[in-house]
């Protein structure tokens, strides 16, 4: 994520991943957003979590609509494919992708005008769907791009440059994808990375799709006081709420206690997310409890983060409908067309 | 009343007027189904409502021994089984012509013409008096007017019990209920009427070598056979059963004996923007992909449409055409959406189109659309519509080359992106002047970000109109390209012709009948069937050759013409039109009557 460009020499001493590769691999292209933009903040903690998850860089996709959000994914990983298609429809293009090939890691980036209006029903039957992928919204209540008019996710009260405020009721994409049977839900902070990478890591070995709301300011537009996306309200009123790290396969599970009692919960893959601070009432498996402890706490003002719910049991799309383990684009074509013979056979049906 | 009619053999049209709901349609498509086997060129039409039960429906039959069989105007017998619409119905029958009622309630006067004969049928007393349950009442009165109109036409018997031995191989119970029904209808028509009428049917050998089926079935099962392998849509009349075809072929076809696994998958979007979204997606990452959909789809598909044409990427659109605009009549046929397809979304944009005319041209032009947007990495819309794909066509056998393959394009395979240093999407183009485009999860060399916004030929970023405008005018060089690549127009002349008569897709058989007829009149015509825009040298070449050309299409704003003066050099002048948009299949008379009046008009300001 460099705002700045950075020398191309790799220093040698830069610490490499099991691929051999640097952080400096992951990285994209120079950041064109505002100096301080929360949303670059989550590029460096995605090009972190991608380099210690060891992702080959050509085996994943990058999937983003239109919006200061959806720029994003120019900067980071620049040997993977990117598509910054059309606002809203990401959802609908991965999954498309996603259908033809399902070998490849995606990563959609979007905003809160991207999923919470033009493209929310989009979002939303994807996570019907359970379409494996890791899916960031950018939340910063804002539209960046056309200046400044609020977007769905404004609380009520929260004020406007200018000093007008929201009256319309925000939607909680938390809330949202709890309604709709979404299988992983997170919310973070985009000056929380330690929280963070750890949860997009999860998310990336998550079964299906895995929906992540960071808070994410907007220093041109929505950072003033009267707002409450702002770094000042963010930071006063988070609540990280569950501590989690994530462990993958094959290593070796270190037992530390947290303060309130360990949950672990083995992903599809073999790794396991540790739970290793949660409330006594609070049980990261459980939709009905995750929904009230989050409507509680919101009552009282809080912006709850973490890794909130996650489900591993429910198939994705493609063992919904169970297409093969490799990628459909890759079905050679002498099993997909039926041939002349098999033609005739058929058309006798027709007479 | 006999005299009044000359004895005709093959040569007759008869309407069904139902209920919608009630079961009609396999009586009537048993009928068909019949004639059909009878060797004879028969064709059904379907006029069916926007609506699940009770509304009018109709059902037209018209058998033809020269092969003519598109919908005919005027009625030799109506099957009169609508109360609702027994007075349209009434007036429809041609003078001399028969009505075939239930005779359970009597005819109200006002319905009573002295010129066709009531052939009276106690339907109803006939079916409570040997089935018990209600339902079953109601849906054997329909095969009971079919075992009547058997006996009137002449249709064969040993026929019909075959195809329904056939239907009914499993249900026993079924199949002798409607033999039985068969038989009351059958036996009261035998002894109470002169049978067969003065028109009916002799077999014929004109259709072992065809098959009866229907355009989105043929659709369906070239995709199939074009291999691929992910289908995205929203549910939308007519087009649905498109989908429901596809799902039904990949049920069959594409179970993976070793795995168990389905080799393609199905998605129900929540809309269309999704659906087609989904599509671009899957062809991004490398499979076939495409969508069904109609009219209002195509309007919500608009966006993307321009995304996939801008970025390059393939789509395969089958577009069943319904009538608009709006909502419209989602039942009823119409040819409307040539230009919205043909500039779909905004900005510059040029699509390419397949117009088949028949159920045989859907197989085809299916698979070929998946060549073409893979060979030019465009969008291609097949425009089929209602009357193509939701009525059963006598159609030649449908034929496959096991040599073919699928053109896949240029896309780069490992071997290729491993001798590269750095992947240029938008560059080394070839004479078709298309670029070469890579699939993610081959090899990094070759990634790059596709977009929508603007890109110059690197692929990068770009604000610059030099750099925009080097892209965009490629765009436009590749869109004309392909007028090379897709089927060239179907031209049929005659000595001496300074008439040209143009159409396209399922007008077909009603301006071939059309261009038979005319001699009749003093007017020889020339016959050109286009099947593909952009259009060919051939199509330009055959409209300057005629002093005058009659457009023959079925919309209010002659979009085929509009197109033609667009994307030809050809006089506006020297096109003339012929439209017939009310929504039910194209008939000769409306080509007839139209080119008359205008050939009349033609020659007075010429003799003055």
Redesign the interface.
Known sequence: MPSIAKPVAIHPSLQKNVLGLTMRDYEGAMSTLCAGCGHDSVTAAIVRALWELATPPHMLAKMSGIGCSSKTPTYFVSGAHGFNSAHGRMAAIATGANAANRELTYIGISGDGDSLSIGLGHMCHAIRRNVKMLYIIENNGVYGLTKGQFSASADVGSKSKRGEPNRMAPIDPVALGLSLGATFIARSFSGDKEQLVPILKAGLAHRGFALVDVISPCVTFNDHVGSTKSYLHTRKHTRRVTESDFVPPATEILATIGQSGTTTVTMHDGSVVRFTGVPKDYDPTNRQRVTSYLQEHQGQGEVVTGLLYLDESVPDLHEMSNSPDQALSKVPYDKLCPGAAELAKLQEEYR | MHQLLRTRVNDFAVKLANVNGTGSASANGLLMQAI??MGIPVSGKNLFPSNIQGLPTWYEIRVNKDGHTARALDYDLIVAMNSQTYARDVREVREGGYILYDSSWPLDKSLIRDDVTYLGVPLAELCNDHFKEPRERILMKNIAYAGAMIAALDVDMEIVRQLLDEKYSSKKALRESNLRALSLGYDYAKKHFQCPLPFFLEKMDTTSDK???DGN?ATA?GC??A????A?WYPITPSTSVMDAFRGFCDQ??R?PE?????????Q???E???I???????????R?FTSTSGPGISLMG??LG?AYYAEIPAVVMDIQRVGPSTGMPTRTQQGDIMACAYASHGDTKHILLFPSNPAECFEFAVKSFDLAERFQTPVFMLSDLDIGMNDWVVP??????A???DRGRVLDLGQLEKLSKFLRYTNEDENHIASR???????N????????GHNRLGAYTESPDEYQDVVERLLRKHKAAAKFVPAPVIQKRDRARIGIVTLGGCDPAVREAIDLLPQRGIEADFMRIRGFPFSEDVEAFLNEHDVNFIVEQNRDAQLRSLLVLETDVAKSKLRSILAFGGFPLSAKNVTDGILEQVGELTHAIDR
Request: hydrophobic share 45%; glycine share 12%; aromatic share 12%.
């Open positions: 059909f086997r098959i009866l089926i079935t099962l199939v056979y291999g691929a392998t992910v995205a076809y594409r993976d795995t168990g696994k389905n080799n393609c998958l199905i998605i979007a929540e809309d923007l999704s659906a979204g989904m599509v671009i997606g899957a062809a991004w990452t490398g499979a992909s966006e993307l995304l056998r449908l034929t496959w080359d096991d073919y393959q699928p890579t699939l993610p999860g081959v090899h990094s070759g990634a790059f970000f596709t977009r929508g916004s």
